[in-house]
């Protein structure tokens, strides 16, 4: 297997990982990068792009990367929040008048931004047409009533979550998520990562590979139960991805398309102050509120333990990102398998993107694998 790109020789040891994840591990196609202290250390890319295996992972492959999509949206707020244009304590209807319908008038920013607004999906089902409307998934999620009383238990809004901050952003600027993400964050920290791809990239989008019986977030889960009613109500089909619609559309939750370097170039700011690269993105006040607990218990989509703080899921007993207990680092990841995660204790920020998918959707035992090498790799083991 030949490895690609760059590893200092401190990280000697996540390069090997890397390779062991194609050798074992079933990697096809993969990116892993890593920064530290707000510059890059590790940016490694090998493999293939296509399920054939006839087409190298390039240096500027990229992939849909599912949630982790959701990091760059929360990014979004984040950098509103620090310029005084928005206030997570705010009711959203401040910002969208109309939101405030069916027991919503109290539902507040941060609740969007930990999944506790109770709006994970929507009472009648919709079609692929309707997803990629922003002024129609608006209109629903204004009429929506919550699932349950919002701010008092998280439960996964895998995909509204997105339009429900787009609406917020578009709201506040005047533009569309994916625009203002493209100007005022994409594009200051040159990171080639794509909320709404333009066709002129197209024929460098790497082709995700299925998990063996294509996986489902509704597997295992009642017909009555939230998760079910959330996940099976909107339309994420895999088989879309490869659609122009599907690429064009702005889905901040789901549909973003980058690779770990891009990732990793757009979310280091959260592990390092605020600031990469050059360029300061937020205040490290702001930074802070990111680690700021929101919600803690099983979630009521995911049925997992999760602790929700500014827009990231964080460090905790129940879901060890590390192998110590600092709460100050933060993560997301995609169905699939890729994974971003931020440490502010160690300011370092890595990710793993691939095409290989797996039934997950907070990473799995290829992205675990690098995030440790990488601890050790900084003196710290389980």
Known sequence: MEINGFCHERFAKVRETFETNFERRGDIGASYALTLEGEMVVDLWAGHRDAAQTLPWEEDTIVNVYSTTKTMAALCLLVLADRGQVEFDAPVARYWPEFAQNGKEDVRLKHFMSHSAGLPGLDEPIDLDTLYDQDAMARLLAAQAPWWEPGTSSGYHAVTQGHLIAEVVRRVTGVSLGTFFASEIAGPLEADFHIGLDPEHFDRVGELIPAPGGGSLTSGQKKDSIGFRAFGSIPTPVGALTSDAWRQA?????????????????????????SAFGVQLLSPSTVEAVFVEQTSGVDLCLRLPI???????????????????????????????????????????????????????????????LAYATYECLGLSR
């Open 250 to 274: 702005e889905l901040p939750a789901v549909n973003g398309h980058g690779n770990a370097r891009s990732v990793v170039r757009a979310q280091t700011p959260i592990a390092n102050g605020g």
């Open 307 to 369: 602790t929700f703080g500014m827009g990231y899921g964080l460090n905790s007993a129940a879901w060890p990102l590390k192998p110590t207990a600092e709460p100050d680092t933060c993560y997301w990841g995609g169905w699939g398998g890729s994974l971003v995660i931020a440490d502010a204790a160690q300011k370092m920020c890595s990710a793993y993107v691939m095409n290989r998918m797996t039934g997950t959707t907070l990473g799995d035992r290829r992205a675990a694998a």
